[in-house]
């Protein structure tokens, strides 16, 4: 009987859940494996095992110990990470909030892929540091964080539940204590049918055996002995894979390169400690008296036979005569009724075996990086046979494409190249990551109603959009289908690929359906081959220059330059500026025509207040109309080399300040970046000349004696070994009279031991509670009144996420202390700003988080900056 479209849909969503790499396993090539590869591989058919790591953030993983369990253990072995990181800081450029999140998540997707786990999260927002518990589950929804982890744990069917953190102060972090918190109730919500019924018309009950804290010395008290603690060497060697998972671990860690953990491998024993949280308590074993056989699956038993025979007969000069043996496993696969988790990730798994035994390299190259939903693609798809295994391409498929039947023989090592033109629907969502698409508030990311669109070979179309209102008039569907597939999203470290090409392929008489993701490929002279996410954008992007915020502390006007992006060809209409009452944009409206696609005009409006303008922050949006639709997001692209090219599309929206603020004698300023920040933007918005310091040729006395103040980017000195050497001079220039402004430097990893004119110690003080009263400790200090008297207010209204970090905790008695605030139930502290007199001039060190509320647009972060920079006449 042929399959209906709704049951095709669920069971094909089914697969999909349980594998999600089927389609977010993008912009790489295509994996090769070497024979000792597939040999681990065939190894982890056997073992019918599962196991789940539980933290806060991306990087809070042990990546040793994932790396042992998936690699050694050879465990179905997966991190949730509660959070996506948006609230870090970033080392590597100058995304925050949503950008940095981004890159994080797949940070963490890269670590996946060399340490062999896989990848969770909930729809919890990092929004900063929290210091309890109590105040994160004040800002998280937490009954929908622990829906998510239950979710994703009767997804998985972990046996065992590992934390990194303890539920409590040692933790430190309030979300590191949050996880722990959640993973316990979560351990007993997950076998509960009372808890999150509406999950279990998708997925069952289950009960992890146990739960443990992976704990170590840095959470024991001091002199405290490990030996009462379960434990376990993770620190051995895997000959197949030719690495200790030590040195697996360090490549891992190493890709959260955002956060500055790059990591040196280790090599010998690594003890790992585990204390009993909840559960059957494990005597010797984390794994004790759990059967990770084939017998626990009701009919499996074969199966263990059928893939012990295949190990057996394992020619690692020839994987290719193990593909007969992996053709009977899949077959007598579809026998066995019971646990369909375990039965459809060993399907998946040997059909990639399969793939890999024969060398077979099937990739789809669509023919630009970027397309526009109901606009002509054109797709090749390469497939080929690197065996001497018969075998036939049957079919291929893509979303409207009519199915193409070739029955085309796959000869060895003679490609058969297939081009194709197909298209996406006309309602097909933006490639915006899916958590990113509705407003978040600011603990919790919203998940949009979803449906799907692919076509399958002989299963007809399952439709795929974020719009339901689009395919309501689709046979079959309900608003129980649609909820069905938005139930599937949650957890999901990405989206799925914008367009994937199925391939049939019969080998050895039986027909595998390869479900193929469609990227773009370019050769860079420097890096050579690459391969990038297929990206779907609107017909016109509207872009206003990124983290920056309009200031004006006075009538005269300024330039808004908006610049268009063609998605399309072809693409006219008119942009406008969308200004607040009391403001006044000129032209107000301009027409424009991009005739080909990927071209780009930009148009420059004048923008001034009016007399009857606010003080204070409003917003301005750029809008483009084309016929009747309008336009208002523009696209970022995210491009590093450790990740693959992420594309956003962000509205098209700036900051609009109008306030009084006044600037002294400083006129010239000379920056110098460090990890990367939009300060200088916000300080020619306030009217200073900037020129950007180059650290090789410009910190010398001749060239810093140009300007009258200096500041230092976010993390200098954890990230400029020039500063070592150069140090001197700045000093110097501060001496002669200058005013030099460091922000803040994370307290571990300096390049110098001291990095101001006397002593100071940093620390890893913050206050986290943005508009937490401030106190002025010396109300008659020059940086609260010269050029601008400044009041408490200026330090809080309006901030965002966290008042300041990384304050010193001690300083010599040179250092002036300016102003005090603290966290609820904390003690003041004072070093938010130090000033120091140096010879004729002034070192300022602020621990402010100016550069994340000068690109917010918050007023009396401005009035702060330009007090700061401040030469006092030099």
Same mark, same amino acid.
């Given at each position: 009987?042929?399959?209906?479209?709704?049951?095709?849909?669920?069971?094909?969503?089914?697969?999909?859940?349980?594998?999600?790499?089927?389609?977010?396993?993008?912009?790489?090539?295509?994996?090769?494996?070497?024979?000792?590869?597939?040999?681990?591989?065939?190894?982890?058919?056997?073992?019918?095992?599962?196991?789940?790591?539980?933290?806060?953030?991306?990087?809070?993983?042990?990546?040793?110990?994932?790396?042992?369990?998936?690699?050694?253990?050879?465990?179905?072995?997966?991190?949730?990470?509660?959070?996506?990181?948006?609230?870090?800081?970033?080392?590597?450029?100058?995304?925050?909030?949503?950008?940095?999140?981004?890159?994080?998540?797949? $940070?963490?997707? *890269?670590?996946? !892929?060399?340490?062999?786990?896989? %990848?969770? @999260?909930?729809? =919890?927002?990092?929004? /900063?540091?929290?210091?309890?518990?109590?105040?994160?589950?004040?800002?998280?929804?937490?009954?929908?964080?622990?829906?998510?982890?239950?979710?994703?744990?009767?997804?998985?069917?972990?046996?065992?539940?590992?934390?990194?953190?303890?539920?409590?102060?040692?933790?430190?972090?309030?979300?590191?204590?949050?996880?722990?918190?959640?993973?316990?109730?979560?351990?007993?919500?997950?076998?509960?049918?009372?808890?999150?019924?509406?999950?279990?018309?998708?997925?069952?009950?289950?009960?992890?055996?146990?739960?443990?804290?992976?704990?170590?010395?840095?959470?024991?008290?001091?002199?405290?002995?490990?030996?009462?603690?379960?434990?376990?060497?993770?620190?051995?060697?895997?000959?197949?894979?030719?690495?200790?998972?030590? $040195?697996?671990? *360090?490549?891992? !860690?190493?890709?959260?390169?955002? %956060?500055? @953990?790059?990591? =040196?491998?280790?090599? /010998?024993?690594?003890?790992?400690?585990?204390?009993?949280?909840?559960?059957?308590?494990?005597?010797?074993?984390?794994?004790?008296?759990?059967?990770?056989?084939?017998?626990?699956?009701?009919?499996?038993?074969?199966?263990?036979?059928?893939?012990?025979?295949?190990?057996?007969?394992?020619?690692?000069?020839?994987?290719?005569?193990?593909?007969?043996?992996?053709?009977?496993?899949?077959?007598?696969?579809?026998?066995?009724?019971?646990?369909?988790?375990?039965?459809?990730?060993?399907?998946?798994?040997?059909?990639?075996?399969?793939?890999?035994?024969?060398?077979?390299?099937?990739?789809?190259?669509?023919?630009?990086?970027?397309?526009?939903?109901?606009?002509?693609?054109?797709?090749?798809?390469?497939?080929?046979?690197?065996?001497?295994?018969?075998?036939?391409?049957?079919?291929?498929?893509?979303?409207?494409?009519?199915?193409?039947?070739?029955?085309?023989?796959?000869?060895?090592?003679?490609?058969?190249?297939?081009?194709?033109?197909?298209?996406?629907?006309?309602?097909?969502?933006?490639?915006?990551?899916?958590?990113?698409?509705?407003?978040?508030?600011?603990?919790?990311?919203?998940?949009?109603?979803?449906?799907?669109?692919?076509?399958?070979?002989?299963?007809?179309?399952?439709?795929?959009?974020?719009?339901?209102?689009?395919?309501?008039?689709?046979?079959?569907?309900?608003?129980?289908?649609?909820?069905?597939?938005?139930?599937?999203?949650?957890?999901?470290?990405?989206?799925?690929?914008?367009?994937?090409?199925?391939?049939?392929?019969?080998?050895?008489?039986?027909?595998?359906?390869?479900?193929?993701?469609?990227?773009?490929?370019?050769?860079?002279?420097?890096?050579?081959?690459?391969?990038?996410?297929?990206?779907?954008?609107?017909?016109?992007?509207?872009?206003?220059?990124?983290?920056?915020?309009?200031?004006?502390?006075?009538?005269?006007?300024?330039?808004?330059?908006?610049?268009?992006?063609?998605?399309?060809?072809?693409?006219?209409?008119?942009?406008?500026?969308?200004?607040?009452?009391?403001?006044?944009?000129?032209?107000?409206?301009?027409?424009?025509?991009?005739?080909?696609?990927?071209?780009?005009?930009?148009?420059?409006?004048?923008?001034?207040?009016?007399?009857?303008?606010?003080?204070?922050?409003?917003?301005?949006?750029?809008?483009?109309?084309?016929?009747?639709?309008?336009?208002?997001?523009?696209?970022?692209?995210?491009?590093?080399?450790?990740?693959?090219?992420?594309?956003?599309?962000?509205?098209?929206?700036?900051?609009?300040?109008?306030?009084?603020?006044?600037?002294?004698?400083?006129?010239?300023?000379?920056?110098?970046?460090?990890?990367?920040?939009?300060?200088?933007?916000?300080?020619?918005?306030?009217?200073?000349?900037?020129?950007?310091?180059?650290?090789?040729?410009?910190?010398?006395?001749?060239?810093?004696?140009?300007?009258?103040?200096?500041?230092?980017?976010?993390?200098?000195?954890?990230?400029?070994?020039?500063?070592?050497?150069?140090?001197?001079?700045?000093?110097?220039?501060?001496?002669?009279?200058?005013?030099?402004?460091?922000?803040?430097?994370?307290?571990?990893?300096?390049?110098?031991?001291?990095?101001?004119?006397?002593?100071?110690?940093?620390?890893?003080?913050?206050?986290?509670?943005?508009?937490?009263?401030?106190?002025?400790?010396?109300?008659?200090?020059?940086?609260?009144?010269?050029?601008?008297?400044?009041?408490?207010?200026?330090?809080?209204?309006?901030?965002?996420?966290?008042?300041?970090?990384?304050?010193?905790?001690?300083?010599?008695?040179?250092?002036?202390?300016?102003?005090?605030?603290?966290?609820?139930?904390?003690?003041?502290?004072?070093?938010?700003?130090?000033?120091?007199?140096?010879?004729?001039?002034?070192?300022?060190?602020?621990?402010?988080?100016?550069?994340?509320?000068?690109?917010?647009?918050?007023?009396?972060?401005?009035?702060?900056?330009?007090?700061?920079?401040?030469?006092?006449?030099?």
């Amino acid at each position: 009987m042929p399959l209906s479209l709704r049951t095709t849909a669920r069971l094909l969503l089914a697969l999909l859940t349980v594998h999600y790499s089927l389609l977010t396993a993008q912009a790489q090539a295509p994996k090769t494996y070497t024979s000792s590869e597939i040999l681990l591989g065939l190894k982890k058919l056997n073992v019918v095992g599962s196991v789940m790591y539980i933290a806060a953030h991306p990087d809070d993983e042990n990546t040793r110990l994932l790396a042992y369990l998936a690699n050694g253990r050879l465990l179905e072995t997966s991190y949730f990470s509660c959070t996506r990181g948006d609230g870090g800081q970033d080392l590597i450029g100058p995304e925050l909030r949503e950008q940095l999140g981004v890159i994080r998540t797949q $940070e963490l997707l *890269a670590a996946r !892929r060399i340490d062999g786990a896989h %990848q969770y @999260f909930s729809r =919890a927002n990092d929004f /900063g540091f929290s210091k309890t518990s109590a105040e994160t589950f004040t800002i998280w929804d937490k009954e929908q964080v622990l829906s998510d982890m239950v979710w994703v744990i009767r997804q998985r069917r972990p046996d065992v539940l590992i934390t990194r953190f303890p539920p409590d102060a040692r933790a430190g972090h309030g979300h590191h204590q949050a996880s722990a918190i959640l993973a316990a109730e979560a351990f007993d919500a997950a076998g509960d049918p009372k808890r999150f019924p509406e999950q279990l018309n998708y997925v069952q009950v289950w009960q992890p055996k146990r739960l443990y804290w992976n704990t170590g010395s840095y959470f024991v008290k001091p002199g405290e002995k490990m030996d009462g603690y379960l434990q376990l060497d993770a620190g051995g060697y895997n000959p197949l894979l030719g690495q200790s998972y030590g $040195e697996i671990a *360090a490549r891992s !860690r190493s890709q959260h390169r955002s %956060q500055g @953990f790059g990591a =040196a491998a280790q090599r /010998g024993e690594a003890i790992e400690y585990f204390q009993f949280v909840k559960g059957t308590p494990a005597k010797t074993d984390l794994f004790e008296g759990i059967d990770q056989t084939w017998n626990r699956v009701p009919g499996g038993a074969a199966i263990g036979k059928m893939v012990d025979e295949v190990i057996r007969k394992y020619d690692a000069s020839n994987p290719s005569a193990s593909v007969a043996g992996l053709v009977q496993i899949q077959s007598a696969l579809l026998n066995v009724k019971g646990s369909p988790f375990w039965v459809e990730k060993t399907s998946y798994e040997t059909q990639n075996l399969i793939q890999a035994s024969l060398g077979l390299h099937i990739e789809a190259i669509a023919s630009s990086a970027t397309i526009t939903a109901g606009q002509p693609l054109n797709v090749s798809v390469t497939v080929l046979n690197r065996s001497k295994t018969p075998m036939v391409l049957d079919e291929l498929a893509a979303y409207v494409l009519t199915d193409t039947v070739l029955n085309k023989p796959l000869l060895s090592q003679m490609p058969a190249v297939i081009n194709l033109k197909t298209k996406l629907p006309a309602q097909t969502s933006l490639t915006q990551p899916y958590w990113l698409i509705k407003p978040a508030s600011v603990g919790m990311y919203q998940v949009p109603d979803t449906v799907f669109d692919f076509k399958v070979p002989g299963k007809g179309i399952i439709t795929y959009n974020y719009n339901p209102q689009a395919n309501a008039s689709l046979p079959e569907r309900t608003g129980a289908d649609i909820y069905t597939i938005r139930q599937q999203i949650i957890g999901k470290p990405e989206n799925d690929a914008a367009l994937a090409i199925t391939c049939l392929i019969s080998i050895n008489g039986r027909k595998n359906a390869f479900l193929i993701p469609v990227q773009y490929k370019h050769t860079d002279p420097v890096l050579g081959e690459l391969y990038q996410p297929l990206a779907v954008v609107p017909p016109v992007m509207v872009n206003i220059p990124a983290a920056r915020a309009y200031v004006f502390a006075d009538q005269q006007p300024k330039q808004v330059p908006v610049t268009l992006r063609a998605g399309q060809a072809g693409v006219a209409g008119s942009l406008a500026l969308q200004v607040p009452s009391g403001w006044q944009a000129e032209p107000a409206t301009v027409a424009f025509t991009l005739k080909n696609k990927d071209d780009e005009q930009t148009v420059n409006f004048t923008l001034r207040p009016l007399a009857g303008a606010a003080e204070g922050k409003a917003d301005l949006r750029a809008v483009a109309t084309v016929g009747t639709e309008k336009y208002s997001r523009g696209i970022q692209q995210i491009i590093y080399p450790h990740i693959p090219t992420q594309t956003l599309f962000l509205e098209a929206t700036a900051p609009l300040v109008k306030l009084n603020v006044a600037r002294g004698h400083t006129k010239t300023i000379g920056y110098l970046m460090g990890a990367g920040d939009e300060v200088p933007e916000a300080l020619r918005q306030l009217g200073y000349t900037v020129s950007l310091l180059d650290p090789a040729t410009d910190l010398t006395a001749d060239r810093l004696a140009r300007y009258d103040a200096v500041v230092l980017g976010v993390r200098a000195y954890n990230v400029l070994d020039r500063l070592k050497t150069q140090q001197p001079a700045l000093l110097k220039y501060v001496e002669n009279g200058g005013t030099m402004l460091v922000q803040y430097v994370v307290n571990r990893g300096t390049v110098l031991p001291q990095i101001g004119p006397y002593p100071l110690t940093l620390s890893a003080d913050r206050v986290t509670v943005e508009n937490t009263p401030v106190t002025f400790l010396t109300p008659s200090a020059s940086v609260l009144n010269t050029p601008n008297k400044l009041t408490p207010a200026d330090f809080a209204t309006g901030w965002v996420q966290e008042q300041g970090l990384y304050y010193p905790s001690s300083w010599d008695a040179h250092y002036q202390p300016v102003i005090a605030s603290h966290d609820p139930g904390e003690t003041d502290k004072q070093s938010a700003i130090l000033v120091a007199p140096y010879g004729k001039g002034r070192y300022i060190y602020t621990g402010l988080s100016l550069f994340r509320e000068l690109p917010a647009g918050v007023p009396g972060a401005f009035r702060v900056l330009a007090n700061l920079v401040e030469s006092g006449g030099k």
